[in-house]
């Protein structure tokens, strides 16, 4: 398949600074996974082709902290995906996802695909929040739900996977004509000669 048939699909990552949200993306599309990431300012864009699917990523990772809160609007406008981080670890983490769950319910696309992502999952000596409690939560608003693992890779390539699958597939729509001149590609015959007697 043409690079060009590929669907482009706008994946944004929401959640609280330290979460790790640039450890899952580059876990996911580079395959590496780095313990002291500096924090993302503003937002970084990668990109991730899912051939087997037909979709481009088009991945947003935004950062955490709450002066760029009102910026949000401007990354996740358009987006047909996105994957609200939390860590484990953090009680507060959690609760500032439910709010960033509740913001896309407010202004988000009405049709976007949505992951609750339960992160640092290879921390569970430290978990202050229940697998059940996330679970509970992310079934009441009807959101994906998984705990992942950006130092392991646990669940880091099913959670994007899957969310790939649930875009809704958009038709390919076939090219009008070209306006033109339509040659006609048998040569004309040759006149025929008459002739006078």
């Not at 609280?16 to 313990?35: E, I, N, P, Q, W």
């Not at 047909?80 to 981080?85: G, N, T």
């Not at 992942?148 to 646990?154: D, G, L, V």
Request: proline content about 5%; hydrophobic content about 40%; glycine content about 6%.
């Amino acid at each position: 398949m043409d690079l060009q048939q590929y669907q482009s699909a706008k994946l944004v990552l929401l959640g609280d600074m330290g979460a790790g949200k640039s450890s899952l993306v580059l876990r996911y599309v580079k395959g590496t996974y780095f313990d002291d990431l500096a924090a993302t300012v503003g937002a970084a864009f990668l990109t991730k082709v899912i051939h087997e699917l037909g979709i481009k990523f088009e991945i947003w990772d935004t950062a955490g902290q709450e002066r760029y809160h009102s910026l949000a609007p401007m990354y996740y406008r358009g987006a047909k995906a996105a994957i609200i981080v939390y860590d484990i670890t953090s009680p507060e983490s959690f609760a500032r996802a439910k709010n960033w769950v509740r913001e896309l319910q407010r202004q988000g696309n009405p049709d976007m695909i949505m992951a609750l992502a339960g992160n640092k999952a290879d921390l569970e000596e430290h978990r202050a929040v229940s697998p059940d409690e996330a679970q509970a939560y992310a079934a009441e608003n009807g959101i994906y739900f998984v705990e992942t693992s950006a130092k392991t890779a646990a669940n880091v390539s099913e959670l994007f996977m899957d969310l790939a699958r649930k875009i809704p597939k958009v038709e390919a729509t076939p090219k009008p004509p070209q306006a033109g001149i339509a040659l006609d590609s048998q040569p004309a015959a040759a006149p025929r000669s008459s002739c006078c007697g």
